[in-house]
T-cell receptor
């Protein structure tokens, strides 16, 4: 079974500082990896995804993430955050599907609340 | 606009009063799924459907039912809601057939969420 660990439940930072939100996963098969963002009182928005190819993935709003297969990690980074980046961030993993028993489920981490202070 | 639509967005109800949360997608997706989000637990899958008349349990199916009579609709039914079903619910869909790796076929599209309170 797949699992996702987001190592920090809360990350407070000051505006314009860099930030890294950590995500580790466990899976016995190849994976697809995702980061979603949830702004206060809103739904889920896809930030970026890794399906194949380059391990450095760029997403919306200046975020990027790097897939590291040997460390089973998919950390999210932004070089300079804004007040508007305050939100909860979810890392998620799924298997590529197509095999017997796959239900194409996204397994989510418990979330990291990023708070950007002025 | 391609989207997943959930209704109602907000609902307060009482224990035992049957309710249905509707979910509809306009993208002709084969796969649909329901998740619930609880503080400190992230999102957990309740039920999923691979296609019309094909449904199966996710990780937390107790107290819920679903049906998939049409491709576009996947309602979530709470026959006898209890306070522990107070949660934020998300419906999602994706394409299963066709599409190359890297296309949107591999990505779940989520609805805006339905916040349910059971008193």
């Amino acid at each position: 079974a797949q699992s996702v660990t987001q190592l920090d439940s809360q990350v407070p930072v000051f505006e314009e500082a860099p930030v890294e939100l950590r995500c580790n996963y466990s899976s016995s098969v190849s994976v697809y990896l995702f980061w979603y963002v949830q702004y206060p009182n809103q739904g889920l928005q896809l930030l970026l995804k890794y399906l194949s190819g380059s391990t450095l993935v760029k997403g919306i709003n200046g975020f990027e993430a790097e897939f590291n297969k040997s460390q089973t990690s998919f950390h999210l980074r932004k070089p300079s955050v804004h007040i508007s980046d305050t939100a909860e961030y979810f890392c998620a993993v799924s298997d590529p599907g197509g095999g017997g028993g796959s239900n194409y489920k996204l397994t989510f981490g418990k979330g990291t609340l990023l708070t950007v202070n002025p | 606009e391609a989207q997943v639509t959930q209704n109602p967005r907000y609902l307060i109800t009482v224990t035992g009063k049957k309710l249905t949360v509707t979910c509809s997608q306009n993208m002709n997706h084969e796969y649909m799924s329901w998740y619930r989000q609880d503080p400190g637990l992230g999102l957990r899958q309740i039920y999923y459907s691979m296609n019309v008349e094909v449904t199966d349990k996710g990780d937390v199916p107790e107290g819920y039912k679903v049906s998939r009579k049409e491709k576009r609709n996947f309602p979530l039914i709470l026959e006898s809601p209890s306070p522990n079903q107070t949660s934020l619910y998300f419906c999602a869909s994706r394409r299963l057939l066709g599409g190359h790796v890297g296309s949107g076929a591999n990505v779940l599209t989520f609805g805006a969420g339905s916040r349910l309170t059971v008193l």
